[in-house]
């Protein structure tokens, strides 16, 4: 017998289909089979009332950390596996800044094997464009790209030296991969809190001059001097979360 | 014949044509027990050797000797350009003395041709910079030729440091020239961006292009480029772009293997992959003899001005 469910009533959401609507939808063996207006799915089998609940396809997040090797007291792999699954991300991509850096095969491939041990949802292990996150020696892109890396990143730090920047664009080209570059000048943001304006000057708080993320012009323009190389930039505010532009390859965002 | 030879662009194919089948007609003069023809008795050679060069100078001392010109070799060290004598001077002086040719290694992209601009004999590029080397993409041109008869329609792949490469620039070209079909393949960083210009194409996948290629000419690759982080290691530039056993499985059956030398055994090419027969690495250099005989003949007219 095929196993059937029908989710009735759910709010369903799909930005790419340009679908947001109340419907029923019916799924056979894990693949879905009809999407109906609310209350005309019919038939058989396990009913899941979604009054309330939102159905989407599932979320995918290009930035989180997993921790592990390294920092298990905050986060393992299948903690941070099981977080994602209960959020409705069905792939993750894991950063680099676990201890050791993944800027090896080696610990690529022990994420992976974690990942696959949790199995609750896709983690794609982001390997470090720099050894050690320092901003100056490349990694070995090419074996990490063959365990299936496609997302390289210095996480929160940026690659401060032009040339080496450049570099990793260029070299990643031979991959199909992406460069996720961090676009901050930290000579601009170090020791502040927020950007500077009435709401900063109100409070005294420690400033960050004009629009420091205006630093990802260099890597804006590293990228238009060289098109095919991909490149995807996270623009940075003081101290606070990022920001994520998550383009399809090949564009820059600033 | 032109009077200097300074890039491989100034040469016609009926100019290639003629070089490799005057090489042939002296490579038998290789073979004597006494190994010299008289052609250029009385006709002075200049070896002007800015850089490091074992195979090159050699070989053009070799060349000259045995068509009984008179050789001198200046090195670098060693020499007034120590004591800072400029280039410009250096070659003022060698005129003065009644230079025939000069054969010239140096640093600087363009040395050969200023040279032309301050002496009146003939100028041969044996290397300038990143720029040119001819003699090199000319012996191998020969050496190819000597084994599958032609060079038209021949599928090369040139690998490795190519943007850095003298050798990559002038044999690409000359394959051009002969209707040779080449593909550069190297990591991004070490491909030039203007490589479609050089008539060729470029790939990043060894391994897609050796089933296809009838020749696979490895370039020597410089440690300090990793320095320069043109590639992050030495490990993973070998793994991608070295000549590995495995990797000669995947050419065809008859492919030859050549490099320029010197060979980093182990880098771009695996230690037992340049001994096996298809390298025809000392065929290279033995050839290198008899095409540059055959350049300073024609040059230096062994023919004239023709």
């Not at chain 1, 390289?152 to 030296?161: E, I, K, L, T, W």
């Not at chain 2, 394959?175 to 479609?196: E, F, I, N």
């Not at chain 2, 056993?245 to 992959?273: F, K």
Request: overall charge negative.
């Amino acid at each position: 017998m095929p196993e059937r469910t029908i989710f009735r009533g759910v709010r369903l959401v799909d930005p790419a289909a340009g679908r947001d609507e109340h419907a029923d939808v019916v799924v056979v063996d894990g693949v879905i089979e009809s999407v109906d207006p609310a209350g005309k799915g019919s038939g058989t089998g396990e009913i899941v009332e979604g009054d309330g609940l939102v159905l989407a396809p599932g979320f995918v997040d290009l930035h989180c950390h997993l921790r592990e090797p390294g920092w298990e007291d905050r986060e393992t792999v299948e903690t941070g596996s099981r977080a994602a699954a209960a959020g409705g991300f069905t792939a993750v991509a894991a950063m680099a800044n676990t201890d050791p850096v993944a800027d090896n095969a080696a610990v690529i491939q022990e994420v992976l094997t974690l990942a696959e041990k949790a199995g609750l949802c896709d983690v794609s292990p982001v390997g470090a464009i720099t050894i050690g996150l320092a901003g100056e020696v490349l990694t070995e892109m090419g074996e990490m790209a063959s365990l299936g890396v496609r997302m390289f990143s210095d996480d929160g730090h940026c690659v401060p030296r032009s040339r080496v920047l450049r570099m990793a664009l260029e070299y990643a080209r031979a991959f199909d991969v992406i460069i996720a570059e961090h676009c901050e000048d930290t000579s601009l943001s170090e020791g502040t809190h927020v950007h500077e304006g009435p709401t900063s000057e109100a409070r005294r708080l420690g400033d960050t001059p004009p629009r420091p993320r205006r630093s990802s012009s260099r890597a804006t323009s590293l990228w238009r001097a060289s098109p095919e190389a991909a490149c995807t930039c996270a623009t940075s505010r003081p101290r606070g979360p990022l920001s994520w532009f998550a383009g399809p390859r090949a564009r820059a965002c600033g | 014949m032109n009077k200097h030879l300074l890039s491989m662009r100034d040469l016609t194919s009926e100019d290639v044509t003629r070089i490799l089948d005057t090489a042939d007609s002296f490579r038998e003069v290789g073979t004597r027990v006494v190994k010299k023809v008289p052609a250029l008795r009385g006709r002075a050679v200049v070896n002007l050797f800015y850089e490091d060069s074992t195979r090159t100078r050699i070989s053009f001392e070799l060349a000259a000797k045995r068509l009984s010109a008179d050789v001198i070799n200046f090195t670098a060290a060693g020499s007034s350009v120590a004591k800072g004598e400029s280039l410009k001077d250096t070659a003022l002086t060698l005129q003065a003395m009644g230079a025939d040719a000069i054969v010239i290694r140096h640093a600087s992209s363009g040395a050969p041709y200023a040279l032309t601009q301050w002496v009146s004999g003939s100028v041969l590029n044996a290397g300038d910079g990143t720029h040119e080397h001819p003699t090199q993409a000319l012996l191998d041109l020969y050496t190819i030729r000597e084994r599958f008869g032609r060079l038209e329609g021949l599928r090369v792949a040139i690998v490795g440091d190519v943007l850095h490469s003298r050798v990559a620039r002038s044999l690409t070209v000359g394959l051009a020239t002969m209707g040779a079909q080449t593909t550069l393949v190297g990591p991004p960083t070490l491909l030039p961006p203007s490589a479609p210009t050089w008539g060729a194409e470029t790939s990043y996948a060894l391994d897609e292009v050796l089933p296809k290629a009838d020749v696979c000419y490895m370039l020597r690759v410089q440690t300090e480029r990793q320095r320069l982080q043109f590639f992050p290691t030495v490990r993973e530039y070998a793994r991608l772009y070295g000549l590995s056993r495995e990797r000669v499985a995947q050419l065809p059956e008859n492919a030859m293997i050549m490099h320029p030398g010197p060979m980093n055994r182990g880098i771009e090419i695996a230690s037992d992959v340049a001994d096996l027969p298809q390298a025809v690495i000392e065929a290279q250099v033995t050839n290198g003899i008899a095409v540059r005989m055959s350049l300073l003949y024609l040059m230096l007219g062994g023919e004239g001005d023709a």
